[in-house]
Nanobody, 129 residues
Framework: QVQLVESGGGLVQPGGSLRLSCATS??????????IGWFRQAPGKEREGVSC????????YYEDSVKGRFTIARDNAKNTVYLQMNSLKPDDTAVYYC????????????????????WGQGTQVTVSS
């Protein structure tokens, strides 16, 4: 059974940093091709794909507003995916979710958001002074 558990959210001042973690089980150890990524949803706004990465070639996708500030990374030994968030802005405030699916590309998963069967429970990130 696939499980995704996020952690690392919290309150941070503008310009600060946070690192989100997504601990996985029953998934990353499988040699099949998968895509995993981070999504966020702010109050009153639609969910958006922030960053996604494919296992096949490590290709990374970033939403335009986070390019140069956020970095996605995998640690296969720990079965964990991270989202390092630097230079945080109030607009980054949202609930962040880790999600995964079989096959596809990081860009397709993050932009189309289709056929994503596995989701974590979410972690709140608040950027405020």
């Amino acid at each position: 059974q696939v499980q995704l558990v996020e952690s690392g959210g919290g309150l941070v001042q503008p310009g600060g940093s946070l690192r989100l973690s997504c601990a996985t089980s029953g998934f990353l150890t499988d040699p099949d091709f998968y895509v995993i990524g981070w999504f966020r949803q702010a109050p009153g706004k639609e969910r958006e794909g922030v960053s996604c990465i494919s296992s096949r070639d490590g290709n990374e996708y970033y939403e335009d507003s986070v390019k140069g500030r956020f970095t996605i990374a995998r640690d296969n030994a720990k079965n964990t995916v991270y989202l390092q968030m630097n230079s945080l802005k109030p607009d980054d405030t949202a609930v962040y979710y880790c999600a995964a699916r079989w096959q596809g590309t990081g860009q397709a998963m993050c932009t189309a958001q289709l056929n994503i069967p596995f989701w974590g429970q979410g972690t709140q990130v608040t950027v405020s002074s």
